[in-house]
């Protein structure tokens, strides 16, 4: 078997060291050369150098940490916010560096520098570089390109170090190699505030026979498990195994050469650039819970802290989990045993005010999805004792609309209860048309649905972005109709272009037509023969004839909003409840509009009712422009 490997690549693992210790320590430094550790709940998660030097241990129980070294200062580290905000600038400044940055959890980062270590021996014009740091085992090869890069890699990586050190006074320790793998396990030989590069040749004294399989990094628990049920529990086994061997213990072929390969200190994985997270959440653990009232409140607390993280990352989440662990079930099964529900909701309820807070109402609503998801887990009616809890969100949106958008005329509003209604009717749901406007999310509790809202100062960026590539050309744009005075200037910039030209065609059709009929009318009561010849040009509206002869101060009989209810205004075939939540100048234009279309359908019935102009031609009614297929009208009518 070929295990052959390049060694084109540069990488630099850099560790952060004791990185929420060195956060405190920034923050109070009084404690610098105190012995202190980081307490959450009753463990020591990490410590600094002067507790190290104590004997106390990361993950170490506070009694224990406390008999080792009785004057250990303990802060609590339960509240992460600092430390993200800390590893989010150093992610950033590393990046600064235009080569790929990954990174592994809150205080480890690996660069692909091969790119800079290029153009730097080109700069070299043929002078030997200085190692920077420390070497591990035999750093030679016959290859003197690779032992060059490798050089250059040094000198970059105290170049970073230093400029973390400069900007965020934090000591880092660092590893270069030409693999992911040697370069993390290298750079803890010579912790902490150092580094230590590592060739070939000395991976092998690195990775010793006698370790077990557990030690390289991207071996877990369970796959030493299922390679201890073949005897495999040192790499010297590991190593000695043929991938049958590997494979018949459970591991997939491609798996199992991967770790053969690792097993001698080889790994071709790249250095993969860290995006977005995919979700975010926080867990708590204490002594017990055992009422809902109990659950509801620290529920709460974690909503609080997790907002927290919202604000920083700017998206909005669909979906919801929350984790719970009960001690009764523990028992049950003698282990400690999680369990989660997840259930989608909607991004308008994590929408923020200027202070980057929810609303009391939206805050009340996101709660009793959680409790509901809760009540899922455990039976409120019965004893429980719930020793952690967590809520976590995903299923980002990355944008929403403007708080103009013509969308939120179609958000209804919120019923007594609190619950949002549901404003597409059944049949609008389940026809076959796609709904715009239709951006519905089914909770495990209930069924809530997507409003847009205002978006964030943050994301303000991405969303004119977006704009700016689905608007019309400039040319177009130029030549947009005006927003008539008696609509929302808002609401007019969000429509289509066509249907901005189709409604001032309409508005001004409709004026004609009122002159038209009102013309007619006054033939009628003079000419009773008169009357077939005008009767379709005065069938478009009773309401638009009404409008007509406002300036004789006849009232309008169907019209008038401030005397009809919406409902009772509605065309046939248009969803009332949607109806009732447009503009009264839309709904009155909608009304005209359907009528016209209703008259002009009559007239298709009917022989010899077309109005004839003097050349002898048919002339179209002004209703026949809104039968375009993209009319705005498609959006309200129901599907039958």
Request: charged share 30%; hydrophobic share 30%; net charge neutral.
């Amino acid at each position: 078997m070929d295990l052959d490997e390049k060694l084109d690549r540069v990488i630099i693992h850099i560790d952060i060291d004791c990185f929420y210790a060195q956060v405190e320590m920034n923050k109070n430094p009084e404690l610098r050369e105190k012995p202190m550790g980081i307490q959450q709940k009753n463990i020591v998660v990490t410590c600094n150098y002067a507790a190290r030097a104590r004997g106390v241990g990361k993950c170490m129980y506070i009694s224990e940490a406390m008999q080792k070294c009785p004057e250990l200062i303990l802060v609590n580290g339960e509240d992460l916010a600092d430390y993200r905000k800390v590893s989010a600038s150093v992610y950033s400044t590393l990046c600064e560096t235009g080569s790929q940055v990954e990174r592994l959890g809150m205080d480890e980062n690996w660069l692909d520098v091969t790119q800079m270590v290029k153009l730097r021996i080109q700069e070299l014009k043929g002078q030997q570089p200085k190692l920077s740091g420390n070497i591990f085992g035999e750093f030679s090869s016959s290859n003197s390109d690779y032992i060059t890069r490798l050089t250059i890699g040094s000198n970059i990586a105290e170049e970073l170090r230093n400029s973390l050190k400069d900007r965020f006074n934090l000591t880092t320790s660092a590893g270069i190699a030409h693999n992911k793998l040697l370069a993390k396990m290298v750079g803890g030989k010579h912790k902490p505030d150092n580094q230590t590069a590592i060739a070939k040749a000395g991976a092998l004294e690195l990775l010793t026979v006698e370790m077990p399989v557990r030690s390289v990094p991207g071996i877990g628990k369970r796959t030493a498990e299922q390679l201890a049920t073949a005897d495999l529990v040192t790499l010297g086994q590991l190593r000695a195994a043929t991938l049958d061997t590997i494979v018949e213990s459970g591991i997939p072929r491609p798996q199992a050469l991967v770790l053969k390969k690792m097993a001698w200190g080889q790994d071709d994985s790249e250095v993969k650039m860290t995006g977005r997270p995919q979700s975010l959440g926080l867990e708590d653990r204490f002594m017990g819970l055992y009422t809902e009232a109990e659950c509801k409140e620290k529920l709460s607390w974690l909503l609080d802290r997790l907002v927290l993280l919202l604000v920083e990352d700017g998206r909005k989440p669909t979906l919801i989990k929350v984790t719970v662990r009960d001690y009764y079930k523990d028992k049950l099964v003698k282990k400690f045993h999680k369990e989660s529900r997840q259930g989608k909701i909607s991004a308008r309820l994590f929408q923020l005010d200027s202070q980057g807070n929810l609303s009391e109402e939206s805050k009340s609503e996101i709660l009793q999805n959680a409790l509901g998801l809760l009540g899922k887990m455990v039976d409120f009616t019965d004893s429980f004792h719930i020793t952690l809890m967590g809520l976590g969100v995903s299923n980002f949106l990355e944008q929403v609309e403007k708080k103009g958008s013509i969308k939120n005329f179609f958000i209804s509003p919120k019923k007594d209860d609190g619950l949002p209604q549901s404003v597409p009717t059944t049949s609008l749901v389940n026809s076959k048309r796609k709904n715009i406007f239709q951006d519905t999310e089914e909770s495990d509790t209930k069924k809530s649905k997507i409003c847009t809202s205002e978006t964030k100062e943050s994301s303000k960026n991405t969303l004119n972005n977006d704009l700016k590539a689905t608007k019309e050309p400039e040319g177009i744009e130029k030549n947009a109709p005006e927003c008539p005075p008696d609509y929302d200037p808002k609401v007019w910039e969000e429509l289509p272009l066509e249907l901005r030209k189709e409604l001032i065609s309409t508005q001004s059709s409709s004026h004609k037509t009122e002159n038209t009929s009102s013309d007619c009318s006054t033939k009628q009561e003079q000419e009773s023969t008169s009357a077939a010849g005008c009767s379709t040009e005065s069938t478009t509206s009773k309401g638009e004839e009404s409008e007509g002869q406002t300036n004789e101060k006849e009232p309008e009989p169907k019209i008038n909003n401030d005397e009809v209810s919406p409902s009772k205004m509605c065309p046939e075939g248009v969803d009332k409840e949607v109806f009732a939540q447009l503009p009264t100048d839309i709904r009155r234009e909608i009304s005209k509009s359907m009528s016209a279309k209703s008259s002009l359908s009559s007239s298709n019935k009917t022989p010899n009712v077309s109005t004839i102009n003097s050349k002898g031609s048919k002339k179209k009614s002004p209703a026949a422009a809104i039968s375009k297929s993209h009319s705005i009208l498609s959006y309200f009518s129901r599907q039958k």
